[in-house]
């Protein structure tokens, strides 16, 4: 009888973790579709949930990256789509409060950022498009006037 008694922890365990992941599984599916409905479909190649659910780790390819655009229209059509993509995920699943993404085309990295509720908006261009960092410029002048570091914007 007590055999009995001393499985049960483990046979809850093992149901609470198949519950968990059938949970991270359905939030997976709606970021995906979410994405991909700013995106474009089949357009995300990676999709992970992280921190219990917290965290979206995403990668697509570049909805709006074209070779003979100027550098600043195409740096423009990259900030666009990350705010559209992660915005749309954020705005919708309100158990997710960060994704973390990285834009891609053709296999080469074209930028990674993260948005979230609390910072926005930030994201690392590759050197490919230019290099450097996009902070919204709200948000950096929110930093400069509260004395933390100042932030470049373009």
Known sequence: MTRRWG??????????????HAGANELAAAARSLAENVLGAGSVTSLAVADRGATILIRWESATFRANQALEALR????????????SILGRLHTVSRVRFS?????????TGENSRRG???LTF?????????????AAQSKSRSGGAGSTSY
Request: proline share 4%; charged share 15%; hydrophobic share 50%.
């Open 7 to 20: 499985a049960i922890p483990i046979v809850l365990a093992v149901v609470l973790t198949a519950v968990s």
């Open 126 to 138: 590759s050197d490919s498009v230019g290099g450097g960092t996009y902070v919204p410029r709200a």
């Open 120 to 122: 926005g908006l930030r």
């Open 76 to 87: 423009e059509g990259l900030v666009a789509e990350a705010q559209l993509a992660t915005g």
């Open 103 to 111: 834009i891609r085309r053709a296999g080469e990295l074209l930028a």
